[in-house]
Nanobody
Framework: QVQLVESGGGLVQAGGSLRLSCAASGRRASNYVMGWFRQAPGKEREFVAAINWRGGITNYADSVKGRFTSSRDNAKNTVYLQMNSLKPEDTAVYYC????????????????WGQGTQVTVSS
């Protein structure tokens, strides 16, 4: 079992930045692929980013490429999502997830989920 807790969400103006953190406990996070998803009101949960076991390979949704960066610190069992040049359409609840499949951009590739953190971008 892996428990995931996101933090770092909040309210920011368009063009601003936020850094989300996802702290893992239980089994070592380094054993898992870590993903980020988001869900806006009335929309399905969608893939944002993923990072492989050692952090050397990342994958991003086209909508966030060049603006978002995922990284991980396995010694701290923590994964990060640096979000720059934020847009109002980035407003959503952001979730981190842990899975065993690489690459995986779908919900089904992940076994464990955090509770989510709200990101709101004002125009």
């Amino acid at each position: 079992q892996v428990q995931l807790v996101e933090s770092g969400g909040g309210l920011v103006q368009a063009g601003g930045s936020l850094r989300l953190s996802c702290a893992a406990s239980g089994r070592r996070a380094s054993n898992y692929v870590m993903g980020w998803f988001r869900q806006a009101p009335g929309k399905e949960r969608e893939f944002v980013a993923a990072i492989n076991w050692r952090g050397g390979i990342t994958n991003y949704a086209d909508s966030v490429k060049g603006r978002f960066t995922s990284s991980r610190d396995n010694a701290k069992n923590t994964v990060y999502l640096q979000m720059n040049s934020l847009k109002p359409e980035d407003t959503a609840v952001y979730y981190c997830a842990a899975g065993s499949t690489w690459p995986s951009t779908t919900l089904y590739g992940y076994n464990y989920w955090g509770q989510g953190t709200q990101v709101t971008v004002s125009s």
